[in-house]
């Protein structure tokens, strides 16, 4: 199963469990006995898994921060791990190849976000795996080569290419890549944009 596949699975389940919520159908999914108390917190649940994926530590921050109580919330957390609506190794394999993809973020990025979503070690290694060094150089290669075209004149002086340099490293210093490459890489677009512009 591809990983869109997976994801449009994911979000047919929740069209389902929110279908069966507003019809008071709700096989399976609830415990009849507690519903009462865990109905305003699923319906809060699987509206902000609605909106986009979310781990389970900032699923459970965001419906404490809403007041419910917490023995509530992490009933409803786990039926909602038990049907697969929330997995956190789904969770950061997607986090992982979006960001990388869309966004051009380093691995080590990645881990930090991953870190602060609350996942956990061994899942966010599994996750970074699919990030090949070498598909980290050539992310980072892309982005430097885009902001070194950003350059129209050959910089007058040490002092404005040495500007210039700064600029292209701070464009995967941001995105969190080592700095021996960032540094390496940069110089080398830059270099390239001057011979260009030669």
Known sequence: MTSDSGQQATL???RRA???????????????????????????ALGLLDQRARSQHELRTRLLAAEFEPVVVDAVLEDLVGVG???????????VRQRHARRGKSARALDRELVDKGVDADTRALALEQIEPSDEEAT?????????????????????????????????????????????????????RINELS
């Open 140 to 192: 980072a290669r892309s982005l430097v080569a885009k902001k070194a075209r950003s350059i129209h004149e050959i910089p007058a002086s040490w002092s404005e290419r040495d500007k210039a340099l700064r600029r292209i490293v701070g464009v995967l210093a941001r995105r969190g890549f080592n700095e021996g490459m960032s540094l390496r890489l940069a110089r080398e677009a830059l270099e390239e």
């Open 12 to 14: 047919e389940k929740l």
């Open 85 to 95: 609506l929330l997995d956190d190794a789904h969770f950061a394999q997607e986090w």
């Open 18 to 44: 929110l279908a069966d919520y507003a019809e008071g159908q709700t096989p399976g999914l609830f415990d009849h006995e507690a519903e009462e108390a865990k109905a305003p917190v699923r319906k809060r």
